[in-house]
């Protein structure tokens, strides 16, 4: 599969959520949608819901953190697990910062699509290991930011 036909796939709504329940069934539990996909900008939304709330009544920091790695790591995917060589992808960190109670449905948008195919790009030539720090804003509907998240990805050829 190429990059195009996975941003395909992510932008047909049937078959990212095929997608989702064979490769990341909690995600699919939670009821994340991708809002957004392209080459550059990823927007994941996450409801406020009985499996992803917590006793404050807000969504849980936990399932705030699946849709923020959610929404960076499709650029990942997209660009380090098609094409060849392959290029093994993880998270080695991630830092968190809560502004608001997240409440209703609440997007997370990450723009740096660009900076991952660069990358993914070096680790295929040079076969050594890369990170990345990526960032994802959350925002609820009224466009304030609810919660940011820093997700480190490392990035290796096969």
């Known amino acids: 599969m190429t990059p195009e036909a996975f941003t395909k796939l992510v932008q047909n709504h049937s078959k990212f959520r095929f997608f989702l329940?064979?490769?990341?069934?909690?995600?699919?539990?939670?009821?994340l949608r991708v809002k957004h996909f392209d080459e550059n900008r990823c927007e994941v939304t996450i409801p406020y819901k009985y499996l992803t709330k917590n006793p404050f009544r807000s969504i849980y920091f936990a399932a705030q953190s699946m849709a923020a790695e959610l929404s960076t790591g499709l650029?990942?995917?997209?660009?380090a697990q098609l094409g060849t060589?392959?290029?093994?992808?993880?998270?080695?960190k991630m830092e968190s910062k809560?502004?608001?109670?997240?409440?209703?449905?609440?997007t997370?948008?990450?723009e740096m699509g660009d900076s991952v195919?660069?990358?993914v790009e070096t680790a295929k030539q040079s076969g050594d290991s890369y990170e990345?720090?990526?960032?994802?804003?959350g925002r609820n509907t009224e466009g304030e930011v609810v919660s940011e998240f820093l997700i480190r990805?490392?990035?290796k050829r096969k």
């Open 21 to 31: 329940i064979s490769r990341l069934p909690m995600a699919w539990i939670a009821g």
């Open 75 to 79: 650029f990942c995917f997209r660009y």
């Open 85 to 92: 060589p392959q290029v093994s992808m993880l998270v080695v």
């Open 98 to 106: 809560f502004y608001k109670k997240a409440k209703g449905v609440i």
């Open 108 to 110: 997370f948008s990450c």
């Open 117 to 119: 195919r660069t990358i």
């Open 132 to 137: 990345l720090d990526m960032i994802s804003t």
């Open 153 to 155: 990805w490392s990035f």
